[in-house]
Nanobody, 128 residues
Framework: QVQLVESGGGLVQAGGSLRLSCAAS????????MAWFRQAPGKARDFVAA????????RYAEFVKGRFTISRDNAKNTVFLQMNSLKPEDTAVHYC?????????????????????WGQGTQVTVSS
């Protein structure tokens, strides 16, 4: 089991940047695939970005590709999401998620039900 706590959300203007952090504890951080999902009011929780256990492989949703970058620091048990060129439609609660290393990263990285642990979320609001 791993416990996740997100931080770094806030209010920014369109075109601005924000960096989210997710601190993990309670398990071996480097054994988990990590990901970010987001959920706007009345909508499903959508995949945003994922990074495999070692950090060498990343995947992004098409709507953030070229704007967002996911990274991790296993020594600090932390995963990050650098968000640039933010748009009003990026407004959502952003959740950090962890998937056990025993699962296949390449076939499961975007599926909500494959993740084992979730943080409580951090609100990102982008004004127009």
């Amino acid at each position: 089991q791993v416990q996740l706590v997100e931080s770094g959300g806030g209010l920014v203007q369109a075109g601005g940047s924000l960096r989210l952090s997710c601190a993990a504890s309670g398990s071996t951080f480097s054994s988990y695939t990590m990901a970010w999902f987001r959920q706007a009011p009345g909508k499903a929780r959508d995949f945003v970005a994922a990074i495999n256990w070692s950090g060498v492989s990343t995947r992004y949703a098409e709507f953030v590709k070229g704007r967002f970058t996911i990274s991790r620091d296993n020594a600090k048990n932390t995963v990050f999401l650098q968000m640039n060129s933010l748009k009003p439609e990026d407004t959502a609660v952003h959740y950090c998620a962890a998937m056990a290393r025993t699962k296949s990263f390449y076939s499961t990285y975007a599926r909500r039900d494959e993740y084992d642990s979730w943080g409580q979320g951090t609100q990102v609001t982008v004004s127009s």
